[in-house]
């Protein structure tokens, strides 16, 4: 039988918090990345979080990466949840195929940024056309972000 004081939750577990703290950080950086072009909007970084996570069926951290998501969203003015459809057809249908075929990690990984971003641009575009929007716009931009966020992909 346990007792009382093993019963009553650690003042010590600070792991909300850090989760809390990782969203905020994401969403100061996410905001600094639409004034300052140079800084990558880590789409793709979240990407892979995000497959990681599914990999290892940890909720928590899918959780907080679609809450990610939904800021990344918001602050480029995409549909609501479209990007966690979008990584969750592509890791389910996709990736698989690609993991099966390809041997080489560098490979996979760039495969993981180009769907990331100009997979996205695609699936947004065919969307806009479903529901009548704007289309989004392509930027030149996107091709540094690919590159540079390829190496922090190939870091991961």
């Known amino acids: 039988m346990q ?3 093993n019963m009553q939750r650690s003042i010590t ?7 809390f703290l990782y ?3 994401f969403a ?3 905001s600094l990345s639409s004034v300052y072009l140079f800084l990558p909007p ?7 979080l995000f497959s990681n996570a599914l990999n290892k069926n940890d909720f928590i951290s899918i959780l907080v990466i679609s809450f990610c998501f939904v800021i990344f969203e918001a602050e480029k003015g995409y549909l ?3 990007s966690i459809l979008y990584f969750v057809i592509i890791y389910k249908f996709v990736m698989p195929k690609l993991i099966q075929n390809f041997n080489c990690q560098a490979c996979i990984k760039i495969s993981y940024v180009l769907l990331s971003y100009i997979g996205f641009l695609i699936f947004h575009t065919f969307i806009s056309q479903i529901f009548l929007l ?3 716009s392509f930027d030149y931009y996107i091709i540094y972000y690919i590159v540079l966020e390829f190496f922090i992909v190939s870091i991961l």
């Open 134 to 136: 704007p289309l989004p």
């Open 80 to 82: 609501l949840f479209s």
């Open 42 to 48: 880590l789409f793709a970084v979240l990407f892979v």
């Open 3 to 5: 007792t009382l004081s």
């Open 28 to 30: 100061v950086y996410e």
């Open 23 to 25: 969203i905020a950080l």
């Open 13 to 19: 577990d600070k792991e909300p918090l850090v989760y």
